[in-house]
């Protein structure tokens, strides 16, 4: 097993039509969860992955299980809950590209909140080479942030590289300083995804991706995103920055995910972590290019082929809708990717 990740998925629920969510007369049905996102294009790239949650034991879970097992991703660690629901939230279609839109949640009580140490199958998360887990789950309950604690505390001598994707979400938390634990969970992995923003909302950190690497220099690599400016690497005391394509956004919903899922798959290759990065960006631009929350990543030939750019070509790189269906011997300018 390469990849496991902990977190909850709920079903998720978007306006056939754009408008509020008091004006809009039905809804498409999909999944979310940003662990689930990570594992699902993993899979979707070759890669074994597994995925440990709980779900209730109602057609909401077995739509989650199914939907995601799909993807070619384990679920037998999933635990059935029959004392408390999936979650679901719905989320507006207007304005996808931006931040004007509504979300719903209803997981309060869920059965993904009531995970924790002592219910949750330790052996099959420790299981695979990396373990990726995020601060949404610490976010969910006391019982959440302990299982978090037991899993980034734990002796890893011979264990799994333990990634961490902050994911910091206000909604989430009851008052702001809560969310000062994940510094802390941030502190014992060992593989850290931060944005630059993040850090500044979450931990009070200004000054930018060496500020944040100042404050978080246990981590054997920390990965600080900058949004369209790119993305700072930090390996033991080596600086890497890569800056992002030009994206012609459809939806600004899962590049974050996306970008971990291209980095891992990267650090699995034991690419170089320039090249880890450009696979994240090109992952990332693979979400931002179509309106779904989970999309396929890139062929691995084709992204490899971007990734080979000069940093003039590289610069140039302009990708949009489609970009991703191109054939990878396609020998058109890179600067002319942005064409289906």
Known sequence: MEVVALGESMVTFRPSVPGRLADVPSFDRGIGGAESNVVCGLAAAGHSTRWVSAVGADGFG???????????????????????PTGIYFRTAADRAGDDHEVAYYRAGSAASAMSATNT????LRSGRILHLSGIT????????????????ADTDGGPLVSFDVNHRPGLWSEPADARVL???????????????EAEDAFGITGGPDAIRAALPEPQILVVKRG??????????????????????????????AFAAGFLSATLR???VADRLRHGHLWAAAALTVAGDLTAPPARSHADRLT???????????????WTAKDSADERPAEEERTP
């Open 62 to 84: 077995d739509h989650l299980v199914e939907a995601i097992a799909a993807y070619g991703v384990d679920t037998g660690a999933v635990r059935r809950d029959p004392a408390r």
């Open 121 to 124: 199958d330790l052996d099959a």
């Open 138 to 153: 610490a976010a969910l309950s006391d019982d959440c942030l302990g299982l978090l604690r037991t899993l980034v505390g």
């Open 183 to 197: 510094l802390d969970l941030a502190r014992r992995a060992d593989l850290v995804f931060v944005g630059e923003d």
């Open 228 to 257: 369209a400016d790119g993305a700072v690497a930090y390996e033991g005391t080596v600086r890497t920055e890569e800056p992002a394509p030009r994206v012609d956004v459809v939806a600004a919903v899962g590049a974050g995910d």
């Open 270 to 272: 034991a690419l170089p």
């Open 308 to 322: 080979a750019l000069d940093r003039p070509a590289w610069e140039k790189l302009h990708l949009g809708p489609g």
